[in-house]
């Protein structure tokens, strides 16, 4: 396999990377507004970023790859975001829904787990079809 055909490049790595580091970032900022700017309140903050970082860097578990999932409406294959997990339902998914689905009893596959992909135009248009039910409008 060449260097290009790679599932990932490097830029997009390099990209995840830092979003991640971005919102480690802000993170750490925001425990800190409003207090006066000194040389000990900045060597805290740089002291606290790093050992947050450190501990991501830990979390951060390469061989895990984000399943390929198609929206169950058209088939287009939904790009994945960031740092994937061993929960993909839980990790944030580029103009999609990711979720997890239960077979209920008396259903011929009771008790089986399924993990669903649909894209933001299947999901307005199966809504409008009613075919999807909202059941709760984020905020």
């Known amino acids: 396999m060449s260097d290009e055909k790679k599932e990932r490049s490097i830029e997009e790595i390099g990209d995840d990377l830092v979003k991640a580091i971005e919102l480690q970032v802000e993170r750490v900022v925001n ?35 984000p399943p390929k999932i198609k929206c169950i409406g058209c088939g287009q294959l939904i790009k994945h975001l960031y740092v994937p997990s061993e929960e993909p339902h839980r990790d944030c998914w580029s103009a999609a829904i990711v979720s997890k689905i239960f077979a209920g009893f008396g259903a011929c596959y009771e008790t089986n787990e399924y993990l669903i992909g649909i894209c933001d135009m299947c999901v307005e248009h199966n809504v409008q079809l009613g075919r999807l039910i909202l059941v709760k409008e984020g905020t």
Do not use: F, N, R
């Open 31 to 65: 425990q800190y507004v409003g207090q006066e700017v000194t040389d000990e309140l900045v060597e805290a903050m740089t002291l606290k970023l790093v050992s947050e970082l450190e501990d991501m860097a830990k979390e951060i578990k390469p061989s895990i790859k």
